[in-house]
């Protein structure tokens, strides 16, 4: 790893990187927990072929504004530069916000992914790099650990030196993946699509109606046997609550009060049978929406 403390050296390295097209990068955060979280550590790869972290810089900028204003300026708001990051939102709030300009979030980009194609039981940078890549086992155990105390011990910086490693090796997957969901439909083959369709229709209705049916039983013993959890089940309960009103009551209490309510009200079919001739007497605004159904022919 490159650990900079020195502010001369810390500048030098950032306007160094400034000319690079992509930089894979995270934080640690001081007091994240408090209402007064301070920016500790900013990471940043910019070799791709580095899997060590030895090439990983760490940008110590715990009290130092002014380094940060810095990166923000010559890296975050430069549009020629990709940045990546993982949970992108929470990263931002440290480094430019809405200034920020070209970047990539891989926590983003992994929503963008079906689960059967990517199935993980969370898309944290651990659950991903350990499903997409030869990194396994991660330990985060530093990652709650005290990022406001200096010095920094070795195991926080072996820690944060890896993150952008394991980042760079989730974005290239997850770009394939992405770039793979939605092919041009007008060459997509019909007849492949058609037959895998067929192959998994079965299955899924098979599986669809078991689980159905073996929530409900679940949800009804739990209640009976008053458990609110088992195994890996819990069980929530809430009130949903309707508030309903006449019609008529409701036109007429708005009329008596003389209150403006800025609404649309959808006509159901029955609605409109009741109202027949009497609706060309009102403004009405009529939505056609095209809905497009795929059904399975009875077979021979």
């Not at 997409?132 to 155990?141: A, G, R, V």
């Not at 458990?227 to 009103?245: F, G, M, T």
């Not at 009551?249 to 609605?271: P, Q, R, S, W």
Request: with cysteine; glycine share 2%; aromatic share 8%.
């Amino acid at each position: 790893m490159l650990y900079l403390t020195d502010e001369t050296e810390i500048k030098e390295i950032i306007l160094e990187l400034s000319e690079v097209d992509i930089l894979w990068l995270d934080t640690e955060v001081a007091d994240y927990q408090t209402k007064n979280p301070r920016l500790s550590l900013i990471q940043m790869l910019a070799n791709p072929d580095n899997l060590d972290g030895s090439r990983t810089y760490l940008l110590d900028v715990l009290n130092k504004p002014e380094l940060r204003d810095f990166f923000i300026t010559n890296i975050m708001e430069n549009s020629d530069i990709t940045k990546v990051f993982h949970n992108a939102q929470y990263d931002l709030r440290f480094l430019g916000e809405t200034q920020a300009k070209q970047v990539v979030c891989t926590l983003e980009l992994a929503k963008k992914i079906p689960y059967y194609l990517l199935p993980v039981s969370s898309r944290s940078l651990k659950s991903l790099t350990e499903y997409l890549t030869n990194f396994k086992q991660l330990n985060k155990e530093e990652q709650k650990s005290d990022w406001g105390r200096r010095p920094l011990t070795p195991k926080q910086l072996a820690y944060a030196q890896m993150d952008c490693i394991y980042l760079r090796e989730i974005y290239y997957k997850l770009r394939d993946l992405v770039a793979n969901l939605e092919p041009d439909p007008l060459n997509d083959n019909l007849e492949l699509l058609a037959q895998r369709y067929q192959e998994i229709e079965e299955q899924w209705q098979l599986l669809d109606s078991e689980i159905n049916h073996l929530k409900e039983r679940l949800k009804k013993a739990m209640v009976i046997q008053n458990k609110d959890q088992v195994q890996c089940l819990k069980l929530s309960s809430y009130e949903r609550k309707v508030v309903k009103a006449n019609l008529q009551e409701l036109v007429k209490l708005v009329n008596n009060k003389g209150l403006e309510l800025d609404l649309m009200i959808t006509l159901t079919k029955a609605m409109q049978t009741q109202l027949g001739q009497n609706l060309a007497e009102i403004n009405v605004e009529i939505e056609t929406t095209k809905v497009l159904a795929l059904r399975t022919r009875n077979r021979e």
